[in-house]
């Protein structure tokens, strides 16, 4: 079984590592955030057909809901509420198992089970918005998907 689960981690992290040079070719030279924000959404969600794949820009003292992939999602979301509130006001990625287990979660979708959530800063570190992946399934992240997604919300900034 660790053998098993070994060899589904190289090949998630392989994954990751072809996606993020997509990301890299496909990002470079395109100004325009919402731009990149679309296409990575769309090079995510197809990589890996996760249950909702997008983002939420800081607008104000909000999240406001950007482009993404998969089913109706929350338009809004306060400064520390949910798990992308949550991501936003700790400045850290949130990495949640089971979201009903997480205080405060906001359940856009009954459907969705675990979460990551990943802060985008721009250059003078403030952050910008969040990426946030909902699987339909526990335990779908890991330290694997926190790297890789740190690394590929970096080329926005």
Known sequence: MAEHLEIAQGNKAEKYDTLYKQIVALTEGEPDIIA???NVAAMIHATF??????FYRVVDDMLVLSP??????CTRIAYGKGVCGTA???RATQVVPDVEQFPG???CSSDSKSEIV?????NTQQIIGVLDIDS????????????WLEKIVALLA
């Not at 993404?68 to 999602?73: E, K, T």
């Open 88 to 90: 936003w006001k700790e």
């Open 49 to 54: 057909n996760f249950w909702w794949t997008g």
């Open 118 to 122: 990943v802060p985008i800063f721009d």
């Open 136 to 147: 339909e399934h526990l335990n779908t992240f890991d330290e694997c998907d926190r790297e």
């Open 36 to 38: 990149r924000m679309a």
């Open 68 to 73: 993404f992939q998969g089913p109706l999602a």
């Open 105 to 107: 979660h906001i359940a």
